[in-house]
């Protein structure tokens, strides 16, 4: 047992985990949102379509929002940027829960939505700039497991206090909040560094034949020095980058995939439940079961996935979420729905480490918050695509909805597999041409 935990969770900076618990604080606190349409249509007033538009406006700006912290955590350095951001939130929580009119609430609700997906891409870099590479499928994979945990703790607690009062759910979630701007606040210096800000410059132009040599080439023959960040010709490197890299949007566009997979068990899954005499409390057992399995079971995936390519993994993870979700085309009673509530969890926990790891890879350092916030945002796309297309597909063909899904994901797994070779290549000329930069500075002080 103690060398699965010095395994699981050893040899990660304390900076991580100072992370970690106001990640954790967050997550657990993070429940109002979760009932703002019955707190909207109950206390409020507002129609359903009202409410709709409502939390609508907070998903807009959440994608908003990503990308505002991706260049701000860039520009003014995670740290500043994960508080501000906490503060603001916590600011916003109270002025929504003190609101009667229904324009400020819908107002504040775009707002927060805006504060509250800031600080997604500032975490998610603060821990790749602290931890070092060999352990950041274990980072990854406790922020994943620290997500669902606080996830799951907030789910108890937000049933309790709107029961008690909508008021209350809303001034504990700000407390929370507010509490993880302390400890970040408190613990957690800027990791950003210097030499990663200075490369926001330019992309430098190709050497002249002055300019001292980089690392050997194939041949043997010394090449040229290279910038680790993507050509993007006269342009300062920034958002545009992480949009025209190839390899990074391909990365992104199969991940927007795997999103719409498990957007289904939120968006289009009660629906069918619902259609097959399954009430609430069906579905919220199938929810829990996908809880409690990753709070159980994600820790041990390091151990698992480790001596695979992350290619693959990524290609089986992908499949077993298009299998679960293609089996509910058969299930009409709740032990399927749970048995398939197994399969695609599975998958999911698979996916996390080998997901961010390869985020991690492709961005260069000065832009790894950008490429972050243009990576998250392919769950606000599918949060609004699972929806939109799902309900037409469920309400059109029914159960063929779900062949379609897994289909989709079987497409989408094969992709990984075929795009996996060329961004391990990328990987590694990312990672020579960064050793080829941190030798120069030797040609200088030896004078040639």
């Known amino acids: 047992m103690r060398a699965w935990l010095v395994d699981t969770a050893g040899g990660l900076p304390a900076t991580f985990w100072y992370l970690w618990t106001g990640l954790l604080i967050n997550r657990a606190g993070a429940f109002a949102m979760l009932f703002l349409p019955l707190y909207l249509t109950a206390v409020r007033g507002a129609s359903e379509s009202l409410a709709g538009l409502v939390v609508g406006a907070f998903g807009a700006g959440g994608a908003a929002g990503v990308l505002l912290g991706g260049v701000l955590a860039d520009r003014w350095g995670r740290r500043a940027t994960l508080v501000a951001a906490h503060l603001a939130t916590a600011v ?5 829960a003190l609101s009667q009119h229904l324009g400020v609430i819908a107002a504040l609700a775009l707002l927060v939505g805006v504060t509250h997906a800031m600080p997604s891409p500032a975490f998610v870099a603060a821990i790749v700039d602290v931890v070092p590479e060999a352990r950041r499928s274990r980072a990854f994979n406790l922020q994943f497991w620290a997500f669902n945990l606080g996830m799951a703790v907030a789910s108890l607690l937000a049933g309790l206090l709107a029961e008690a009062s909508y008021l209350a759910l809303f001034l504990v979630d700000a407390a929370a909040t507010l509490a993880t ?13 210097r030499a990663a800000a200075s490369t926001t410059a330019p992309t430098r132009p190709a050497p002249s034949a002055s300019a001292p040599p980089g690392r050997p080439g194939p041949t043997g023959r010394p090449g040229p020095a290279r910038s680790s960040l ?9 958002l545009h980058t992480a949009l025209t890299d190839r390899h990074f949007m391909l990365f992104v566009g199969l991940t927007f995939v795997l999103a719409v997979l498990t957007t289904q068990t939120s968006t289009i899954m009660p629906l069918a439940m619902r259609a097959d005499g399954l009430g609430p409390s069906a579905y919220g057992t199938v929810m829990a079961l996908g809880g409690v399995l990753i709070v159980l079971g994600q820790l041990f995936v390091p151990r698992l996935i480790d001596r695979h390519r992350k290619a693959h993994v990524l290609a089986v993870s992908t499949a077993l979420l298009a299998i679960g979700f293609g089996a509910l085309a058969i299930a009409d009673v709740l032990a399927l729905y749970l048995g398939a509530c197994v399969v695609w969890t599975v998958g999911s926990m698979l996916a996390a480490p080998p997901n961010a790891q390869i985020n991690a890879e492709l961005a260069p350092p000065a832009l790894r918050a950008r490429y972050q916030s243009v990576f998250y945002l392919a769950f606000p796309a599918a949060s609004f695509v699972a929806p939109t297309l799902g309900g037409i597909s ?9 062949l379609i899904v897994g289909g989709v994901g079987l497409l989408a797994a094969g992709g990984h597999l075929l795009a996996g070779p060329s ?13 080829a930069d941190a030798v120069e500075p030797s040609f200088a002080g030896d004078g040639r």
Not at 230 to 238: A, E, H, I, L, Q
Not at 423 to 435: G, P, T
């Open 230 to 238: 993507p050509v993007t010709g006269s342009r300062r490197p920034g």
């Open 394 to 402: 469920l309400q059109h063909w029914g159960d063929v909805h779900w």
């Open 423 to 435: 961004r391990e290549r990328r990987v590694s000329a990312l990672r020579a041409s960064a050793d």
């Open 181 to 193: 701007a302390v400890v970040i606040a408190w613990k957690v210096p800027e990791t950003i560094t």
């Open 92 to 96: 916003l929580m109270v002025a929504l």
